[in-house]
């Protein structure tokens, strides 16, 4: 037999913090916390995805390959990430010269 | 099965034909997630852009419904982790009410959203294209957000659909017993498929309907 057989027990574990997590996620979007409001979903929906990789999808006993594999995946979407909102939200920072807006100007008439 | 059918002549033992079965499987999911990213940046760029109409497109989704889904999917990724179990111990019969299961779960994540949600926010004119009636100050805005709304879920329910169809490949896989403890890698690769499409959910579900700001 290959592969890691895992005892019922955890995978009955995991399910019920799994759904724990899904009822704390919905009450938390009905407190104000500002901003934190948006950090706090993501932490519990990468805690969940994590339980669900390590456990369910057996990452916790697979071999290094299938972890470089999914991490090679994370860091090219964060990377995809990173750069198109470090692009998006630093273009204010320089201004733009009152030549080139007349310029835009002149051509929209 | 005999062992000597299970292992396929190119592979040295079980050990690196499961391995390299694994592997494959999430290779794929690696391009999936490339795929999936590539809308969910998408998303995350506009809902800064309009913030105030994305957080109006929020509000107006069920959150009932959505934590419903949330909890039905959940329940199917654990019948269908205890489905490679049983396939891995070679319970036949527990395989099959484990695939049945997980299918059925599927089925009513599937439903859930047709005709409940999709089928309201579409009689309730909030479908681009087909029945918009909003009238308000961002209406172009929340229409954009109703864009992504629908081809998020969208190619989220197509995934859902091809994972129906690959379990209903596996129950009758099951039934006329090819599998064996020495060989399920099959019953394992479309689970690493099921739990995949479970995690994007995990993260569509406070992304859509949760953030925003619903207090």
């Known amino acids: 037999m290959s592969g890691h057989v895992v005892p019922k027990r955890l995978y009955i574990l995991i399910f019920a913090a799994l759904i724990v997590c899904t009822g704390l996620t919905t009450g938390v979007a009905f407190i104000n916390l500002g901003k934190w409001n948006t950090v706090v979903a993501l932490a519990i929906a990468v805690c969940k995805a994590s339980l669900v990789v390590l456990f369910f999808m057996h990452l916790r006993w697979s071999s290094g390959l299938m972890r470089m594999v999914l991490l090679a995946a994370f860091v090219w979407f964060a990377i995809l990430v990173a750069l198109t909102l470090s692009d998006e939200f630093t273009r204010q920072w320089t201004p733009v010269p009152s030549s080139w807006e007349a310029q835009a100007q002149q051509e929209a008439r | ?215």
């Open chain 2, 1 to 215: 099965m005999h062992s000597s059918t299970a292992l396929a002549e190119q592979f040295d033992d079980l050990e690196q034909q499961h391995e390299a079965s694994s592997f494959g499987m999430w290779v794929f999911l690696a391009t999936e997630i490339m795929f999936f990213g590539g809308l969910f940046t998408a998303y995350i760029l506009f809902r800064n852009f309009y913030l105030p109409a994305f957080e109006t497109g929020s509000r107006l989704l069920d959150v009932r419904i959505g934590a419903f889904n949330t909890a039905v999917l959940l329940c199917s990724s654990l019948t269908m982790a205890l489905a490679v179990r049983s396939a891995q111990l070679g319970k036949k019969g527990l395989l099959i009410t484990f695939l049945l299961l997980t299918l059925l779960l599927g089925l009513t994540f599937v439903g859930v959203k047709l005709a409940l949600e999709w089928r309201h926010d579409y009689l309730e004119g909030f479908a681009p294209g087909l029945n918009w009636t909003f009238n308000g100050p961002d209406s172009h805005h929340l229409e954009l957000f109703f864009c992504f709304y629908f081809f998020l879920t969208g190619i989220h329910a197509l995934h859902m659909v091809i994972g129906v169809g690959i379990l209903t490949v596996l129950i009758i896989m099951a039934g006329r017993g090819r599998f064996s403890p020495q060989r399920y890698n099959a019953v394992e690769v479309s689970g690493l498929y099921w739990h995949f499409v479970d995690i994007v959910w995990i993260f569509l579900f406070p992304l859509l309907y949760l953030i925003g700001g619903r207090y």
